[in-house]
T-cell receptor, first 116, second 111 residues
Framework: KAGVTQTPRYLIKTRGQQVTLSCSPI?????VSWYQQTPGQGLQFLFE???????NKGNFPGRFSGRQFSNSRSEMNVSTLELGDSALYLC???????????????FGAGTRLSVL | DQQVKQNSPSLSVQEGRISILNCDYT??????FLWYKKYPAEGPTFLIS?????DKNEDGRFTVFLNKSAKHLSLHIVPSQPGDSAVYFC??????????FGKGTKLSVKP
């Protein structure tokens, strides 16, 4: 079974631009979560989608948005990029919606975004 | 306010000895805890988990202990191997389900 695939792996943008990151979950998984990892901050939860609906949202500004398609693939969009948005963006997929004790999240390798 | 804390940013251990990674949490509503391992340039990999109704879960060389009264969990790796060198993240899951991660502990296992 293929794992979680994130594209692109690396991205360089300038301030003010917008960016779209893509995530293909493990086949059969319907839940996709997004996290931001910055040096010294661990993984911070952005949002979770299940069956094309946003279930949970972290404490990030409205410039960060996402969506999920009927095939469970998900995209994350960041508008009006700031220098502080430079980070590793990780996507994780899960079999069911989060909240079940047996639901373990499986992560992709991430997209490294650099904002200049 | 950090709900999941890993107070040791790094830990160095000799090969063959025990590695103990610690994690504290503040929210008593958390009901499921997980440990992930992360190598550079890769995404986190699930390692082991424990439900709040248990106090111990074991999987090979990895054992997780949960002390609910102290709101503390620990990951024991015995014996430690050089390939265990990675960043270890503790995570907790509550009623809303999303995972809340600590900042990680970098483990170095020296041959």
């Amino acid at each position: 079974k293929a794992g979680v695939t994130q594209t692109p792996r690396y991205l360089i943008k300038t301030r003010g631009q917008q960016v779209t990151l893509s995530c293909s979950p493990i086949s059969g998984h319907r839940s996709v979560s997004w996290y931001q990892q910055t040096p010294g901050q661990g993984l911070q939860f952005l949002f979770e989608y299940f069956s094309e609906t946003q279930r949970n949202k972290g404490n990030f500004p409205g410039r960060f948005s996402g969506r999920q398609f009927s095939n469970s693939r998900s995209e994350m969009n960041v508008s009006t990029l700031e220098l502080g948005d430079s980070a590793l963006y990780l996507c994780a997929s899960m079999n069911g919606p989060s909240g079940g004790a047996k639901n373990i999240q499986y992560f992709g390798a991430g997209t490294r975004l650099s904002v200049l | 306010d950090q709900q999941v804390k890993q107070n040791s940013p790094s830990l160095s251990v000799q090969e063959g000895r025990i590695s103990i990674l610690n994690c504290d949490y503040t929210n008593s509503m958390f009901d499921y805890f997980l440990w992930y391992k992360k190598y550079p340039a890769e995404g986190p990999t699930f390692l082991i988990s424990i439900s709040s109704i248990k106090d111990k879960n074991e999987d090979g060389r990895f054992t997780v202990f949960l002390n609910k009264s102290a709101k503390h969990l620990s990951l024991h790796i015995v014996p430690s191997q050089p390939g265990d060198s990675a960043v270890y993240f503790c995570a907790a899951s509550g009623s809303q389900g999303n995972l809340i991660f600590g900042k990680g502990t970098k483990l170095s296992v020296k041959p």
